[in-house]
């Protein structure tokens, strides 16, 4: 009887903990915002992906920002610091805005090397990102917005 007793009590704490993922059983929020575009090319969009970042961080979200592809020339120093989209605030101004809310700033390693930007030239508040760090946002439970 001690038995079936105790295996019940297993397949009940297999069922109610194991089956889910970590960010399911924390209740953590995640969001992604994947920022494709050149910011002088389609501003609108950049711009999109900083608002949207912003608003995933007043909702409590956990976000990460991974510039790629084009995007990758944003985050550096020597993007121009009063670049902007009409009236909002200067995009590189924005990044930094969002940092201190705790947003991270992953930027692509492989797009810095074909676009030729070195680690050096990355901006303060922007990390070069491993796979390891950007892996760890993903999951069954990561919202993910592309710009």
């Known amino acids: 009887m001690q038995r079936v007793i105790l295996n019940l009590l297993v397949v009940t704490m297999v069922g109610l903990l194991g089956c889910q993922s970590e ?3 924390s209740g953590e929020k995640i969001a992604v915002i994947s920022i494709t575009s050149d910011a002088q090319q389609d501003p609108q969009a950049v711009n999109m992906g900083l608002t949207f970042a912003n608003f995933c961080a007043d909702e409590k979200y956990q976000v990460a920002i991974f510039f790629n592809v084009k995007g990758a020339q ?3 120093k020597s ?3 009063d670049f902007k989209y009409l009236e909002h605030e200067p995009l590189k101004a924005q990044i930094k805005a ?5 947003v991270e700033i992953h930027v692509c ?5 074909d676009l030729e930007i070195t680690d050096e030239q990355i901006m303060e508040e922007a990390f070069v990102t491993t796979k390891p ?5 993903l999951g069954p439970d990561t919202m993910v917005f592309t710009y």
């Open 23 to 25: 960010s399911q059983s």
């Open 74 to 76: 944003l985050p550096t």
């Open 79 to 81: 993007f121009p610091d």
């Open 98 to 102: 969002l940092a201190d809310k705790g």
């Open 109 to 113: 390693p492989v797009c810095m090397k």
């Open 133 to 137: 760090k950007l892996f760890s946002k």
